[in-house]
């Protein structure tokens, strides 16, 4: 995410640098196209990037969205013309709306890849960008970049080279982010507890997470769990009429639970609790992936009461 987000801004960078560069040469209306392609990517990347990272505060994801599509289109648009500033501006805004409904309604198992092709659009448009200004410009042939960028055999090279780096690194960085999270001690906690049954009240120094719920929705919707880590699911109903939280397929030992449902032993996680009450479950994810947890209540799904979360 950061990367991506790295990414884009040098670019955005460089096709603003290239225009206040070459801006007596640069026509009116090149001006405005590059300032309206590059505010819209910017709007819409940078909102993706909110809409992920800031879920289930719409309202932030898109003012910072439209900031981002603001700043790239006026500073594009800024050495052409009030023209080119005005359609730079305007696209920019549009385009960090709607990358920030996207970010905020995008299923989670598909937020990586929306990033990835986000990204791709984002390169290729600028590259595209990049060549319609420099056509406009008149082509300097004395500058190994420019005859470079003229042939399309070297482009070709160079843009699968580029998402290759990119996969790769987005990986590494990746891993290295999970790294302190899958230490040895964890694995070994986690497989002494699969081993024996688990104790019904064990002294957990597990982390305890808040979910309030009201008609019809969780707040907050998504969670950051930890193979092997404990976790207390606090379910607090500030509704009224009842809610649970149920996991979908999420591998999970019980620790203990405090409503009188029997269960058996590799139950999906569930918590239920009566308007104004609180329930909570406690339990060891096993598995790393990502959960979505939903209400049971019939009718209560439909109307937006679905979160995920995110174990690693
Ligand atoms: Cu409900």
Same mark, same amino acid.
């Given at each position: ?20 560069? @070459? ?212 379910? @607090? ?63 209560? @799904? ?11």
């Amino acid at each position: 995410m950061l990367f991506t987000g790295g990414i884009a801004a040098v670019l955005s960078f460089v096709v603003i640098a290239f225009i206040f560069i @070459k801006r007596k040469k640069i026509t009116c209306m090149a001006g405005m196209m590059a300032a309206m392609a590059l505010g819209m990517l910017a709007g819409l990347t940078g909102g993706l990037l909110a809409g992920i990272s800031y879920n289930g505060n719409l309202f932030l994801s898109t003012i910072l969205g439209m900031t981002f599509g603001f700043l790239a289109g006026f500073f594009a648009g800024m050495p052409i013309s009030i023209m080119a500033i005005i359609d730079g501006v305007l696209s920019g805004v549009m385009g960090g709306m709607m990358g920030a409904m996207l970010g905020e309604m995008i299923a989670p198992e598909y937020q990586d890849p929306t990033v990835h092709i986000m990204l791709v659009l984002f390169v290729g448009m600028t590259c595209i960008v990049l060549y319609m200004l420099q056509q406009e410009a008149g082509f300097n042939h004395s500058f190994l970049i420019n005859k470079l960028f003229h042939n399309p055999l070297w482009l070709a090279i160079a843009l699968p080279l580029f998402f290759y780096l990119y996969n790769h690194l987005y990986n590494e960085f990746a891993r290295s982010s999970d790294l302190p999270m899958t230490n040895s001690s964890l694995n070994h906690f986690m497989e002494d507890h699969n081993q024996a049954a688990p104790p019904l009240s064990i002294e957990t120094k597990g982390k305890k997470v808040v979910i309030e719920a009201t008609e019809f929705v969780y707040l907050p919707k998504s969670l950051q769990l930890t193979v092997g880590q404990p976790v207390t699911l606090i379910l @607090k109903n500030s509704g009224r009429v009842e809610h649970d939280i149920e996991f979908e397929n999420m591998k999970a030992s019980l620790l203990q639970r405090n409503d009188h449902e029997n269960h058996a032993e590799n139950a999906n996680v569930h918590v239920h609790s009566l308007p104004g009450k609180t329930a909570e479950v406690t339990f060891i994810p096993i598995e790393s992936g990502v959960f979505r947890f939903y209400c049971t209540v019939p009718g209560h @799904k439909e109307s937006g009461m679905v979160g995920w979360a995110k174990v690693s």
